[in-house]
């Protein structure tokens, strides 16, 4: 079977990511991928009160990061980045709280998922701007990711929290 190779092939895209766009995705993208780590690593080793609740709400942040991960390569590669998902970068790279190794108290977890969450969170809110600049299109994609984040972390955090006692407080009104 005979395979064609071509010396050349242009494209000419509408929209080409810049180099601060490239850079601002691959972060989201290293810290959607420790967020899935960090996820499986509490899910095998969560112990304590509400062990099977959060042990099955952990697999909805592992799933929920490694979809929002996938989506945002693909995007990369639809804007012409290309990604770098290798565990090497990821360590190296990551903006995410170190997450314990060994058996971890499930209050523990709640507290450390939940800062991983909003660490991600505060990663794609720093890049929003210049991101929507560049490319509204992608900028849709980190609403999404910050909605679906911020609803996790809320839903995690819900196992810690005091009503009336807890810090930030909830607005009445």
Same mark, same amino acid.
């Given at each position: 079977?005979?395979?064609?190779?071509?010396?050349?092939?242009?494209?000419?895209?509408?929209?080409?990511?810049?180099?601060?766009?490239?850079?601002?995705?691959?972060?989201?993208?290293?810290?959607?991928?420790?967020?899935?780590?960090?996820?499986?690593?509490?899910?095998?080793?969560?112990?304590?009160?509400?062990?099977?609740?959060?042990?099955?709400? %952990?697999?909805? =942040? #592992?799933?929920? $990061? *490694?979809?929002?991960? @996938?989506? /945002?390569?693909?995007?990369?590669?639809?804007?012409?980045?290309?990604?770098?998902?290798?565990?090497?970068?990821?360590?190296?790279?990551?903006?995410?709280?170190?997450?314990?190794?060994?058996?971890?108290?499930?209050?523990?977890?709640?507290?450390?998922?939940?800062?991983? %969450?909003?660490? =991600? #969170?505060?990663? $794609? *809110?720093?890049?929003? @701007?210049? /991101?929507?600049?560049?490319?509204?299109?992608?900028?849709?994609?980190?609403?999404?990711?910050?909605?679906?984040?911020?609803?996790?972390?809320?839903?995690?955090?819900?196992?810690?929290?005091?009503?009336?006692?807890?810090?930030?407080?909830?607005?009445?009104?």
């Amino acid at each position: 079977m005979a395979t064609l190779h071509r010396e050349k092939h242009v494209t000419h895209p509408a929209y080409q990511a810049d180099q601060q766009v490239a850079e601002h995705l691959q972060q989201l993208l290293v810290d959607l991928s420790d967020l899935a780590l960090q996820g499986k690593q509490a899910h095998w080793n969560v112990i304590g009160p509400n062990f099977r609740d959060l042990h099955l709400q %952990l697999d909805e =942040v #592992v799933d929920a $990061a *490694r979809e929002f991960g @996938d989506e /945002v390569a693909e995007r990369m590669r639809a804007v012409y980045v290309v990604p770098d998902g290798s565990a090497a970068r990821v360590a190296a790279q990551t903006s995410l709280p170190p997450f314990p190794r060994g058996e971890v108290d499930s209050a523990e977890v709640v507290d450390k998922i939940t800062a991983s %969450l909003y660490a =991600v #969170v505060s990663t $794609a *809110r720093r890049i929003h @701007d210049d /991101v929507d600049r560049a490319d509204p299109t992608t900028a849709d994609l980190l609403h999404t990711v910050i909605e679906r984040l911020e609803q996790l972390a809320w839903m995690v955090s819900a196992e810690n929290r005091v009503a009336g006692r807890s810090v930030p407080e909830s607005i009445v009104v």
